[in-house]
């Protein structure tokens, strides 16, 4: 999983303007202002009560639905549990759910609207019978809430190996693109990839990060999940997305840039191995023209889903 190392430069004026020209994204008429945290900052989800729904086998605390998320924990007998968030005229966001009666948490990544959360229990094989339904309605006032806190897929908190390395990696880092570039190039070098664990892994499979990091290897949703992870903590705005380029299933990562916008694909996946993309590339000669022509055209990616 070792790859060439272009470094990330920061955007100039005409550097940034060609970027957006050629890749189709919209800088924002009001940015994002960024101050890199003295440390890590690291955001909590957390189940009030406040606004709570249940039933004998399922409780959804949507009470801060404002910062992007739900909490859902199963409170059943079943062993085996998914767990569906459908944002009305969107895709279903199918996941597992633990039976261990601990409050799980899910960002809502679509956006503010109206959303529907069903529980369901396994029957027997792949059948399953819904055991909870809730619609929840969201006005999500911090849009940039379900790319900054943990939740199911990219789970770390304030005590996490992974926080406290991101930390120490992104010290000397001046700006946003340093610290991307500065994660990106210390995952690559110092986690290898698992063939073995590649060859088994089972559906439902849920990163780790902090085993990932400590085991120093891990396939590609580990990669991407401990990136987030990192990134996240940086107050950086971090998708991790997943979808389609042409008919192979990908994962790449979006992160949103001071005055830019967010910048998708800035770290992705081309089947073979993790590569950083210089935003620069519109007026750099330095980029290889393969490159270029992929990051570029934005029908080679169909993103799916965002975590």
């Known amino acids: 999983m070792k790859t060439a190392y272009k470094p990330v430069v920061k955007f100039a004026a005409a550097?940034?303007?060609?970027?957006?020209?050629?890749?189709?994204?919209?800088?924002?008429?009001?940015?994002?202002?960024?101050?890199?945290?003295?440390?890590?900052?690291?955001?909590?989800?957390?189940?009030?009560?406040?606004?709570?729904?249940?039933?004998e086998k399922a409780t959804l605390d949507a009470s801060n639905v404002s910062e992007?998320?739900?909490?859902?924990?199963?409170?059943?007998?079943?062993?085996?549990?998914?767990?569906?968030?459908?944002?009305?005229g969107s895709e279903t966001y199918t996941y597992d759910l633990s039976s261990s009666g601990v409050y799980e948490v899910f960002p809502l990544s679509e956006g503010s609207g109206s959303y529907s959360v069903k529980v369901f229990e396994n029957i027997q094989g792949n059948q399953y019978s819904q055991a909870f339904s809730q619609n929840v309605n969201a006005s999500i006032t911090n849009q940039f809430g379900p790319f900054l806190y943990p939740n199911q897929y990219v789970n770390f908190n304030a005590a996490s190996a992974a926080v406290q390395t991101g930390a120490s990696v992104a010290a000397s880092a001046t700006d946003q693109l340093g610290v991307v570039s500065n994660v990106y190039n210390y995952v690559i070098n110092n986690v290898t990839y698992d063939t073995a664990k590649a060859s088994s892994v089972q559906s439902g499979y849920l990163p780790n990060v902090d085993v990932v990091l400590a085991q120093k290897k891990g396939i590609c949703f580990d990669y991407a999940a401990l990136m987030t992870a990192m990134l996240r903590s940086q107050d950086i705005p971090t998708k991790l997305v997943?979808?389609?380029?042409?008919?192979?299933?990908?994962?790449?990562?979006?992160?949103?840039?001071?005055?830019q916008g967010w910048v998708d694909n800035i770290i992705y996946f081309d089947g073979n191995s993790w590569k950083l993309m210089d935003p620069t590339f519109a007026s750099s000669s330095g980029q290889s023209q393969e490159i270029m022509q992929y990051i570029g055209n934005g029908s080679n990616y169909r993103a799916k889903y965002s975590y």
């Open 15 to 55: 550097a940034a303007a060609a970027f957006f020209a050629v890749s189709g994204i919209q800088a924002p008429a009001t940015a994002l202002a960024y101050t890199k945290p003295a440390g890590s900052h690291v955001l909590t989800p957390i189940a009030s009560g406040v606004t709570a729904y249940s039933n």
């Open 68 to 88: 992007g998320y739900i909490m859902v924990k199963y409170t059943g007998s079943v062993g085996k549990i998914k767990v569906q968030i459908t944002k009305s």
């Open 242 to 259: 997943v979808g389609y380029t042409g008919n192979l299933y990908h994962a790449w990562i979006n992160v949103y840039l001071e005055g």
